[in-house]
């Protein structure tokens, strides 16, 4: 407000190197403050001074003008537009190529915020030349210099299969692989977060992630004590596994999937929420697979998520894993009867609290519609909604006329008296789902 963005901006042509850093360097922490001071140092025309002499300027101010970059760039997608037109991504390749690690630790941070906004801006990094150079940057022996740029590379890859593809081309696969068992927390995480960004778009994309042999060290991150770490390995995989069934049964042989529940078991809250999905991917492909998944006794600590969670996004994952494990067949869906989930999933359904997504994934349909485990049925039997009555009085007439013990047990828990009781429209397919189990017991019995 009293005009000092005006004031510091002739400071930046000051012959003294000392304040053109200094100036630079109150620049970026307006503009790293809010949205409306890096609106004010663009606006007062600061961009291309500050960067006009960047080439012939020490490592200092080169390090403090990347600041400036990037505290503009983090805001919005207009103001990152705003350096690419004042031509700074040509000053940061230059940065980039620098002799000192923290000048090119300055550029790689200042490409990350402006690449992460879209697909339009990333690709003007990738036009600009920065993905050989960062590349170079991960196999620098600086560790800080080595997370920004993975984090960076991790930023261009996300948006599209194109932008990966560059990524990929430059070699970065390799490179990020080799990282892996490295003991920083911090850059596991990016290097994880990077080639799950890379494997995430297409079956080509995650077969050349696998091919860096990836497997099995991924999966120590899994058993990692930084939370982060176990989040970005179970990702990995995640995005590795949902493509096709030959990905999944990989991942299987790895030992990935027994992996992954160690790891649900193992913490709470969103870090669960990759690993969760992993198992509903797997067993969504294919009725082995699913198998699979149930021998390595997945289905417990996706029943524990369903009790223990808060969040109804991580409950909903839950209940839809568990949908996808069961819907294969009769033996599927008896494994998920039995662990005595239906009760769980029909109290999340019923609930007024629910949201609509978690209601939609607990509905129990696809479980239900395979379903032929009666005792696992019948306590729902007093406790259903009408609409998920049909499903559950559909298996037991599927059941009850080639079961002599099963019409045996219905009567005297009081299952048949139940039947009795619903008001189904006459013709309606739950009415004869009725007529066939009271056709199978004498008049006498049914009155």
């Known amino acids: 407000n009293s005009g000092a963005v005006c004031l510091l901006r002739p400071l930046l042509m000051d012959v003294v190197p000392s304040i053109r850093q200094t100036t630079a360097l109150a620049l970026g922490r307006l503009a790293d403050y809010d949205m409306d001071l890096a609106e004010a140092v663009v606006k007062a ?87 050989p150079l960062l590349v170079l940057c991960i196999q620098e022996p600086e ?8 984090s960076t590379l991790s930023d261009i890859s996300k948006h599209s299969p194109e932008l990966a593809q560059t990524v990929v081309d430059a070699g970065a696969i390799a490179h990020l692989a080799q990282m892996i068992p490295n003991p920083d927390a911090k850059l596991k995480r ?15 994309l995650a077969e050349l992630v696998v091919e860096a042999e990836i497997f099995p060290v991924v999966l120590t991150c899994l058993k990692d004590s930084d939370e982060y ?23 299987v042989n790895s030992g990935g999937v027994a992996a992954v529940i160690d790891c649900i078991g193992s913490c709470r809250g969103t870090v669960r929420l990759p690993g969760i999905m992993t198992l509903g991917y797997v067993a969504a492909h294919s009725e082995n697979l699913s198998m699979a ?21 991580i409950k909903a994952a839950a209940a839809w894993a568990l949908g996808q494990i069961g819907r294969h067949t009769a033996e599927h869906a008896r494994h998920v009867a039995v662990a005595n989930v ?22 129990l349909k696809n479980i239900l519609q395979k379903c032929t485990y009666l005792p696992a049925l019948e306590p729902l039997l007093h406790e259903a909604p009408p609409n998920i009555m049909k499903h559950i009085i559909g ?6 006329p080639h079961d002599s013990k099963a019409r045996r047990l219905f009567v005297t828990t009081g299952g048949l008296k ?30």
Request: net charge negative.
């Open 395 to 400: 298996q037991f007439s599927k059941v009850l």
């Open 45 to 131: 025309g600061i961009l291309p001074q500050l960067i006009c002499a960047l080439p012939e300027e020490n490592r200092y101010y080169k390090k403090t003008a990347a600041f400036v970059l990037r505290a503009i760039a983090k805001h919005s997608p207009h103001l990152a537009q705003a350096i690419v037109q004042c031509g700074a991504l040509e000053m940061l390749v230059i940065c980039l190529e620098d002799f000192d690690p923290g000048v090119k630790e300055g550029a790689s941070w200042a490409f990350g915020y402006i690449a992460r906004h879209n697909p339009e801006l990333s690709q003007a990094v990738v036009d600009a030349g920065a993905v």
């Open 293 to 313: 998944v149930i021998v390595s006794k997945g289905i417990p600590p996706l029943c524990v998520c369903l009790i223990e969670e808060h969040e109804d996004h």
């Open 342 to 363: 239906l009760p769980t999933l029909l109290d999340i359904y019923v609930d007024t609290r629910s949201s609509e997504d978690l209601k939609m994934k607990a509905t």
């Open 143 to 150: 560790i800080a210099l080595k997370r920004i740029a993975a």
């Open 418 to 447: 139940k039947i009795q009781e619903i008001k189904a429209e006459p013709g309606s397919l739950l009415q004869e789902y009725i007529n066939t189990i009271n056709n199978c017991y004498p008049e006498e019995i049914v009155r």
């Open 190 to 204: 990016q290097v994880l977060s990077a080639l799950s960004q890379i494997a995430k778009h297409s079956v080509d």
């Open 229 to 251: 770490v176990k989040k970005n390995g179970a990702t990995l995989i995640r995005e590795i596994a949902k493509h096709t069934p030959e990905l999944s049964q990989y991942v």
